[in-house]
């Protein structure tokens, strides 16, 4: 399985990839630094989820789950943010889950497991 990490924060990403890892030993994990260097990542190895802040430099989290959305209606996309009104603009995109930051490590190994190990 492939998971793509997208956040500007090198110590979120370290903490995501702590997560994936911890449930799914096995995972290929690739962390992006903005939206452009993950849609790259995308498109050029293909990606099982996304997990993906919304600000970020280059392209935003935002940008980025529209432009995954135009290409692929069902990868699952969790935007992660610590905006508190960033849920709607979230979802509008075609984000399939929304976390703040708070409830990061609380909620994702639910989310992950429900979405991935089916």
Do not use: W
């Not at 702590?18 to 290929?28: D, G, K, N, R, S």
């Not at 959305?69 to 009104?85: K, L, M």
């Not at 929304?98 to 089916?118: F, N």
């Amino acid at each position: 399985m492939r998971i793509l990490i997208a956040d500007d924060d090198p110590l979120q990403r370290a903490i995501v990839r702590i997560v994936i890892l911890h449930l799914f030993p096995t995972a290929i994990v690739t962390e992006a630094p903005d939206g452009r260097s993950a849609l790259v990542a995308y498109e050029t190895d293909g990606m099982d989820a996304i997990i993906t802040d919304i600000h970020m430099p280059i392209m935003n989290g935002i940008a980025l789950t529209h432009a995954i959305r135009s290409r692929n209606r069902t990868i699952p996309i969790i935007v992660v943010s610590s905006a508190p009104d960033s849920e709607a603009p979230s979802r509008q995109a075609g984000a399939t889950h929304y976390l703040a930051k708070t409830a990061l490590l609380t909620h994702l190994p639910q989310i992950l497991t429900e979405i991935l190990a089916g």
